[in-house]
């Protein structure tokens, strides 16, 4: 066992440093499901990530809120039932940072349509196994700069949230305009969650996200909104040549590199080293990620979904605050399809007045939660490919540049045998 397995195991056989002996986890062995509020907390650990891309991509890009979570909260409920593992649904970061950035190109139908030709190549490299051919390119220094990576991007995008001047995602003036009330409810919400980080009875992210609610309309988010249920406009959507011409060339291409080696591998390493002595681990391979991802994304591309992905971040956040079954992306998914088909646009107003600072402290602690995963590597060449990853990830914003760096230079020093 390694001592990255071993320190998990110890903790959660016997609870983390703050000293909550009393918040013991089942063993990791666990096969069934579970559905306790500490599971419940753990489905909601990743909300930092999920919610300020998914809004601002409703917000931007004008999508459909019910589309959008409806399909979330199907690949929570497939994966759930599926892995038996924490498995997250999160959105292509590639692909929804593109969007943002250029909305009159990257319109409603060429997401759709991206989502489409990325679950179709999705499928065609799992059921061929080229997944898995691909995979053993990744080597674990390789997997672990990965990780690295994206726990460095969360912490520097949970740290921007908390000291954004902005309360609100959608940049509305609420109450108190003028004060740094983002940043002081971050400071008390990053302290509370450090307290209540393992604590049973009540489970950090759960708490973080009633303090969150309350706050955002103490502070007028929902001013001037009308209340409305039932589903916001969930339709087919009409696709063009031209509309899968842009897909594929400004999101799929940039976006591969990234899914193959942190929604696949990454995901099926961080697995492991998670969960390690898990039944459930046999499915967690990056070809049934691929499989997955692939069965979802295909269809719901149709309506207009934002493409979606696993990840190890999302899998990091939800072990964070508490998940270590298939109960939580279950429980996270019937709650997604809630706020699409019964709550509607009042579900993703309630959802968008979270304040930034919240979504950023959970973004915090998952940061946290993976950056350490380095610790299992054991040569100069393992650290050194490791650092170059998330140096070259950090520097440049395309991620799929570090990675096939990291791999040509992971495969020289093998190669030539070169000793740092």
Not at 282 to 297: E, T, Y
Request: net charge positive.
């Amino acid at each position: 066992m390694t001592k990255i397995a071993e320190d998990e195991l110890a903790r959660t056989c016997k609870g983390t440093q703050i000293g909550h002996s009393e918040n013991v986890v089942p063993p990791l062995q666990e096969k069934n499901l579970r559905f306790d509020r500490v599971e419940l907390s753990g489905a909601f650990g990743d909300l930092g990530t999920l919610l300020p891309i998914v809004v601002a991509m409703i917000l931007i890009n004008k999508l459909s809120p019910s589309s959008v979570f409806l399909a979330f909260g199907v690949l929570y409920i497939a994966a759930g039932y599926y892995f038996r593992l924490p498995i997250p649904a999160q959105p292509l970061k590639a692909v929804s940072a593109i969007a943002i950035a250029y909305p009159a190109i990257i319109t409603e139908s060429v997401i759709g349509a991206s989502g489409i030709i990325f679950g179709t190549i999705l499928l065609v490299l799992s059921l061929t196994g080229m997944v898995d051919q691909i995979a053993k390119l990744f080597s674990q220094a390789v997997v672990r700069g990965i990780q690295l990576t994206l726990g460095l991007i969360f912490l520097k995008k949970g740290i921007e949230l908390i000291i954004s001047k902005d309360v609100f995602m959608s940049g509305m003036q609420g109450n108190f305009s003028g004060y740094p009330i983002n940043l002081i409810l971050g400071i008390v919400v990053f302290a509370l969650v450090l307290l209540l980080l393992d604590n049973k009875r009540f489970p950090a992210a759960l708490v973080a996200l009633a303090v969150g609610i309350v706050s955002g309309i103490a502070l007028g988010g929902l001013t001037g909104f009308t209340v409305t249920l039932g589903p916001t406009d969930i339709r087919l959507i009409h696709l063009t040549a031209g509309d899968f011409w842009t897909a594929c060339t400004l999101l799929i291409l940039p976006q591969m590199p990234l899914t193959i080696g942190n929604a696949c591998v990454g995901t099926a390493e961080t697995c492991a080293s998670l969960f390690t002595g898990n039944q459930n681990l046999s499915k967690a391979k990056a070809g049934k990620f691929a499989l997955s991802m692939g069965i979802v994304n295909l269809p719901l591309g149709f309506l207009g979904a934002i493409p979606m992905c696993h990840g190890t971040g999302g899998l990091a956040a939800h072990y964070r605050f508490g998940a270590r079954s298939g109960g939580a992306p279950i429980m996270i998914g019937i709650f997604f399809i809630i706020v699409a088909l019964v709550l509607g646009q009042l579900g993703f107003q309630l959802l968008s007045i979270i304040p930034q600072s919240i979504l950023g402290v959970l973004l915090v602690f998952a940061g946290l939660e993976l950056c350490p995963l380095l610790k299992s590597l054991k040569t100069n060449e393992e650290y050194f490919i490791a650092l170059l990853i998330a140096g070259i990830a950090l520097a440049v914003p395309n991620m799929g540049w570090a990675f096939g760096v990291g791999i040509a230079t992971d495969l020289f020093i093998r190669k030539m045998k070169i000793k740092i």
